[in-house]
T-cell receptor, first 113, second 114 residues
C-alpha cells in the first residue's frame, strides 16, 4: 500500500517568484513512479511532471522541476517564474505495484499579481 | 486527438435513483481508470480496465457500483440506489500501452445526490 502526504493545504507566491510545494510518500515497492498533477478551478487534471524512482536525476519540465530525495521519501515541486496561470490545486501522486495512482490531498496555490 | 471525454458533465439525482456515467478514452489507449474525488480531497482509485478486462477494483467500489468496458473502448460506471455520500466528482483517465504510467484525465462528471 502507498500513502502520499501533502502538508501544505495552501500556498501563495508573487508573480515571477519561485515557490516549492512539498510531498512525502511511503511505499513498499522498489519500482514506482511519482507525479505532480495540476487541477485548475473547474478544469481537468493535467500531468505536470513525472519522476521514475530508479532515476537519480531530478525531472525538469520548463519552469517546473522536482527535488526527489529517495531515502527521505520526499518529492517536492519547484515552480520558477510563477505565472497567474499556475494558480490551481496541485496533487502529488505515487504509482507502484499496480496501475492505480494514489494521490495526496492537494495544495492550493495562489499566484498574486 | 480530442482527449478523454465524459458524459454527462453534471448529474443531479434523488437518493435511491440509479445513475450511469460514460467515459470515452483517448483513441488507442487500452487502459481506462475510474477515480472519485470529494471536496477538498485528492482523487481516489475505483477501478481499472485493460482493454475489456476489469483488472483491479477498490474496496471503495461497493456492490452498488458496477463498471463495464464491453468492447475495450468506452466505459460506463453505474451507481445503483444512490446515497448522499455518493455525491462527488467521478473522474475517468486513460493511458496508452507504451506509456502506461501516464494517465490522462477527463473533465469529470459531478454527481449531486439530493
Amino acid at each position: 500500500a502507498q500513502t502520499v502526504t501533502q502538508s501544505q493545504p495552501e500556498m501563495s507566491v508573487q508573480e515571477a517568484e519561485t515557490v516549492t510545494l512539498s510531498c512525502t510518500y511511503d511505499t513498499s515497492e522498489s519500482d514506482y513512479y511519482l507525479f505532480w498533477y495540476k487541477q485548475p478551478p473547474s478544469r481537468q487534471m493535467i500531468l505536470v511532471i513525472r519522476q521514475e524512482a530508479y532515476k537519480q536525476q531530478n525531472a525538469t519540465e520548463n519552469r517546473f522541476s522536482v527535488n526527489f530525495q529517495k531515502a527521505a521519501k520526499s518529492f517536492s515541486l519547484k515552480i520558477s517564474d510563477s505565472q497567474l496561470g499556475d494558480a490551481a490545486m496541485y496533487f502529488c501522486a505515487c504509482q507502484g505495484g499496480s496501475e492505480k495512482l494514489v494521490f495526496g490531498k492537494g495544495t492550493k496555490l495562489t499566484v498574486n499579481p | 486527438d480530442t482527449g478523454v471525454s465524459q458524459d454527462p458533465r453534471h448529474k443531479i439525482t434523488k437518493r435511491g435513483q440509479n445513475v450511469t456515467f460514460r467515459c470515452d478514452p483517448i483513441s488507442e489507449h487500452n487502459r481506462l481508470y475510474w477515480y472519485r474525488q470529494t471536496l477538498g480531497q485528492g482523487p481516489e482509485f475505483l477501478t481499472y480496465f485493460q482493454n475489456e478486462a476489469q483488472l483491479e477494483k477498490s474496496r471503495l467500489l461497493s456492490d452498488r457500483f458496477s463498471a463495464e468496458r464491453p468492447k475495450g473502448s468506452f466505459s460506463t460506471l453505474e451507481i445503483q440506489r444512490t446515497e448522499q455520500g455518493d455525491s462527488a466528482m467521478y473522474l475517468c483517465a486513460s493511458s496508452s500501452p507504451d506509456y502506461a504510467y501516464e494517465q490522462y484525465f477527463g473533465p469529470g462528471t459531478r454527481l449531486t445526490v439530493t
